[in-house]
């Protein structure tokens, strides 16, 4: 199968590399209320124009919420949506110029592939003939020109996918809406599909807003990822500061393979802040903390170092800050890494997770003592 960043050259691929990007999304306090519930809570976002936007949080973090009210599909209760500077609220789906592919994708089980592909071009009143050749080029587009004929349930998963997008696309958006759009694939085609996809936006150069729980997903795809949590956004930010510097306690957690501990400032000095947490000690930079104050401490899984005891150069067990003695509970191989789940002293557990190749696992043994250890870049603090 030709990939989509490989498919033919189409009229769907109509962005100008010179052309100033349309299709940015602004959103001022935008609010929606189911009862006594509130879904999604005085939003702002701006998503700019052709950029790939992944909205990322737990079941009923009001995600979808907030995409349905972009698409049109639930009305905005509070609030201003503007799409590239208009006021977009009380406009219907249809006359939008944004596209969505649905959780399990909505497609007309008795309609055809072609007229499933041709539903949103009669939606808006084109004629049968203008109808077939846009949505022959939109399945051209995304390889399916064979399957043209087929109904839905004849199918594959990921055909079936391909089908949503081309009746998404094939109206020429300039926003795509995606619910969880790799929610139904299994893993070997969803690590595809989401290289696919993202090849798909760079070659549109439209936005695409997309709605995942699976933090691995936002991390691969997204240009932007806003975390969201009781319908409100947590944070804003691309993959790589989300995962590595964490606002709050939320997105620490959330984002997985932190270790998380409350503690309190024991001494501070140049910008440097010593950090007591029930017997560990930590030492961080920051600036402008006082005595006593109290915080989070996050240190992610990746940054710590596990040593048997008697390895060469481990330090004695009261030997400064940034480390601790622990015992190896349960080593836990995954394949690309191995990640150690540790009992410190005071009971708590304490992960670390080591590349596979690296191979400095491998004299550790579960029951046995172990020597954590990480760098003060590693430690960030979590005041929210
Ligand atoms: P999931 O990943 O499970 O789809 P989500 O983050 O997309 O979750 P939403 O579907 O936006 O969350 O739901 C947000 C909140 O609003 C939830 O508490 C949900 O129960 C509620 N909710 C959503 N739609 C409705 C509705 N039509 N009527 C009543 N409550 C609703």
Known sequence: MASVATATQSNLAHAAPDQPAKGTVVLRGVTKRFGETIAVDSVDLTVPGGSYVVLLGPSGCGKTTLLRMIGGHERIDAGEFLLDGVNTND???????ISTVFQHYGLFPHKSVRDNVEFGLKMRGQSKEARRKRADEALAFLDLTAYADRKPRQLSGGQQQRVALARALVTEPTVLLLDEPLGDLDRLLQLRMRVELRALQRRLRITFIH???????ALAIADQIVVMQDGRIQQVGRPQEVYTRPANLFTSGFMGDNNVMPGRVSATEDGQVWIE?????????????????AMHASVRASAIVAQPMT?????????????????LVFLEYLGDVVKLHCRLA????????????ERSWSGLAEGEPVRLSWGIDDVQLLLG
């Open 311 to 327: 390895a060469e150069g481990v330090a004695a067990p009261d030997d400064g800050p940034n480390q601790a003695t622990a015992t």
């Open 211 to 217: 709605v995942t729980h699976n933090q691995e997903e």
């Open 277 to 293: 947490a029930d017997g560990l000690t930590l030492l961080a930079r920051h600036a402008g903390l006082s005595l006593g104050q």
């Open 91 to 97: 406009v219907p789906p249809a006359r939008r110029d």
């Open 346 to 357: 005071n009971g708590q557990m304490m992960t670390a997770k080591q590349a596979e190749r």
